[in-house]
Structures are given as C-alpha cells and as structure tokens.
C-alpha cells in the first residue's frame, strides 16, 4: 500500500490541506498507486473527515509530536515550504514535493523550495499547480540530500568565538 504523507507543519496553509484532498487531486494520487493519505493539519480550519474504504485511507490529525514515523512510512511527502520540514524530509531520503504558500509577504519559502529543487533534491509547485506537479513529476530523478556536516559548524563558531 503506497502511502502519502501531507504536512503542514505548526502552521495554517489551509489552501495545501484544500488542494490536496480536491476530488481530482485525490484521484491523481490513486492514479499513481497511493492508496493512503496522511493529513498534518496544524491548526488550519480547513479540516478534512478521516476517511475508509477498500480502496483508498485518508488519515487527518493536527498534530504529534514527532513526524518521523509518518515521513518513514510515505513513499512521497508533500509539504509546506518550512524549512525545518524540507530537512527533515529530505535527511529521511524521501521523495519531497514542497507546495509554496505563495500568499505569504517576502516570500523566502520560495527561494528555498527553488534553490533545492535547482539542486536536484525536490519538486516544488504552488496550490494551483499541485496537479499537473504531481502528474509530470519523475521522483526517480531526485538527488539525495547530501548529509550536513556539523564539526565543520563547530570549528567556523570556535574560530569565531576565538576558541
């Protein structure tokens, strides 16, 4: 059963929460073999039913305290641009389509979402484009994110600091 995951993290894009369960979005997703979908709502009003059938699982909730079973779990991730949840997703190794909130003012999601993508670790689309992004999108050609390298950070701050 190929599974989804949809995260909003602590914050409301109730427009991505919207889009993604839109009848055509919901079956693009099980055109293209998801018969799960997880829903991290935050505390958005947009609220979806959780929902059972043979065919096809929709699981909605605000929040946990951890994600990171629901990231292992997904064979694909669709998240708001955070940066906190594009690493997180992206250190997992998992296939990440970032959706901009492109109301948002001095937009630095979008300067994110498109140097990563420039970089080969993620698609990235808006809640108007969601659709034809999942359509046209090749997860097999994605990059892994190559791992940090914090002694590295540690050295810069002692050099700073005058360690």
Known sequence: MRAAFVTVGTTSFDDLVAAVTAPEALRVLQDLGYSRLVLQIGRGTVAPESVC????????YRYKNSLLQDVQEADLIISHAGAGSCLEVLEAGKPLLVVVNDKLMDNHQLELARQLHRDGHLFYCTCRTLIETLQSMDVST???LPPGQPEKFAAFLDKVVGI
């Open 53 to 60: 059938t043979p065919a096809f699982t929709q699981e909605v």
């Open 142 to 144: 994605l990059k892994p």
